[in-house]
């Protein structure tokens, strides 16, 4: 038997309200107690978390493993090889669990890269969270990044290719529910990539598999269309109304909103997406802000998910912006994924019986949000790493991704 013991930091367990001083006991990559009475038992292994806190391993809920963090013109990610994406890949995943991620849903990728990524980390042979993924998320021919997704047309070709990428290794599916970033002439809308007919006939087939019905979707038709039929997490939620966030809220339906990648950091200068991306992404801010709003006063449960230039920190501190409270927020990057993903019996509190995956970080991320990127060690399956020697490497190498993965801020700092 291994024995680690963690003493001396607060500890968010995700389940008691805030943090308080205790002990976290580890063996043989489970969560083994944890203690209240200020003891410290014997270890193999003692960690002193002083001046920190003990958080659950936090959970990315919108990541492609294959293509985030890459700076220029978008298109580009497809002329780019397999081995090529490979590469980035397995760099993505190490400075994710470098950031005290030890679960992360990939939603999406070009050739099912990130499938076989997602294998390769589950089963041991590279450094990661864990990861589920969608396959090629669905979408109506030619519409939004029908490049990167399977095209289907009709009910029955929704069908089909659910089925499809169920028999390619998806964990859950995706649909391409609305287009991005077209604002529709009056507006207020972005345009549903489906009929009513095709989404149901879809998630009807996803629930046959008894998988998780998501998508990305922002317009008020075609996130009402996914609510009618069953969606269980949406993604972006650019222009939710307060009826709709409602009506989330009662059905238990989560929102990743990724406004960290839409609302700062796809137009951060250091992702060079250029004039015309910024131009076309910038009126989808202030919709977006209000769709968060609306979440948060309806009592909707976020998913923190950092999309493909996002920083987790500040996706983190967004939130609270817009009106989350701080203990809530660090829910939405432990507990609700877990629960969201239906994972919560291995992921996401601090509780006996559940993987040991633990992230330490410096600071009170309750207070400051940004202590979520000074992680000074993240223990997976009970593994424990250094976070400054994960990407130590990384540091070295001019095209440093690690520094892409952090706020401008703390980049700056580092
Ligand atoms: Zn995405």
Avoid at 25 to 35: K, N, P, Q, S, T
Avoid at 212 to 233: Q, S
Avoid at 291 to 301: E, L, N, P, T
Wanted: glycine residues 10%.
């Amino acid at each position: 038997m291994t024995r680690t013991v963690i003493h001396g930091g607060a500890v968010f367990d995700g389940i008691a309200r805030g943090s308080r001083p205790a002990t976290v006991v580890l063996e043989d990559g489970l969560i083994a107690d944890v203690l209240d009475d200020g003891s410290v038992p014997a270890a193999d292994v003692t960690i002193d978390a002083s001046g920190g806190t003990v958080l659950p391993g936090l959970t990315n809920a919108h990541v492609h493993l294959s293509f985030m963090y890459m700076t220029g013109d978008v298109s580009k990610v497809l002329t780019r090889g397999d081995a090529d994406l490979y590469a980035h890949a397995f760099r993505v995943s190490k400075v994710l669990l470098a950031q005290g991620i030890t679960l992360a849903r990939d939603m999406a990728g070009p050739r099912g890269i990130h499938l076989a990524v997602r294998d390769i980390i589950n089963d041991g042979r590279l450094l990661g969270p864990t990861v589920i993924a969608c396959g090629s998320p669905l979408v109506a021919s030619g519409r939004h990044a029908w490049s990167v997704c399977m095209e289907a047309d009709g009910p029955d070709e929704m069908i089909a290719a659910v089925r499809q990428q169920f028999k390619e290794g998806a964990d859950f599916i995706k649909l391409m529910a609305s287009d991005d970033p077209v604002v529709a002439p009056d507006g207020t809308h972005t345009l549903p990539g489906f009929s009513a007919e095709e989404v149901a006939a879809a998630y009807a087939e996803v629930r046959r598999h008894g998988a998780l019905a998501c998508c990305h979707v922002m317009g008020e038709e075609a996130i009402r269309t996914v609510l009618d039929n069953g969606a269980d997490i949406i993604d972006h939620g650019h222009y939710l109304t307060d009826e709709l966030a409602r009506r989330m809220a009662a059905d238990g339906v989560y929102l990743t909103p990724t406004i960290s990648s839409y609302d700062v950091q796809t137009t951060h200068p250091r992702f060079d997406r250029g004039q015309v991306w910024a131009d076309r992404h910038t009126p989808l801010i202030p919709p977006h802000k209000s769709a968060v709003r609306a979440a948060i006063d309806a009592g909707v449960k976020m998913l923190v998910g950092t999309d493909t230039v996002g920083c987790f920190a500040e996706e983190v501190a967004l939130l609270r912006e817009a009106g989350m409270d701080p203990h809530d927020s660090l829910l939405a990057c432990t507990r609700w994924p877990a629960e969201a993903f239906r994972m919560a019996d291995r992921h996401g509190t601090i509780a006996p019986g559940l993987r040991a995956d633990i992230a330490i970080v410096d600071g009170d991320p309750l207070a400051d949000p940004y202590a979520l990127e000074q992680v000074r060690q993240v223990i997976k399956g009970g593994e424990i790493y250094e976070s400054a020697q994960l990407v130590a490497d990384e540091r070295r190498l001019s095209k440093n991704i690690w520094e892409l993965a952090l706020s401008p801020k703390s980049a700056d700092a580092g």
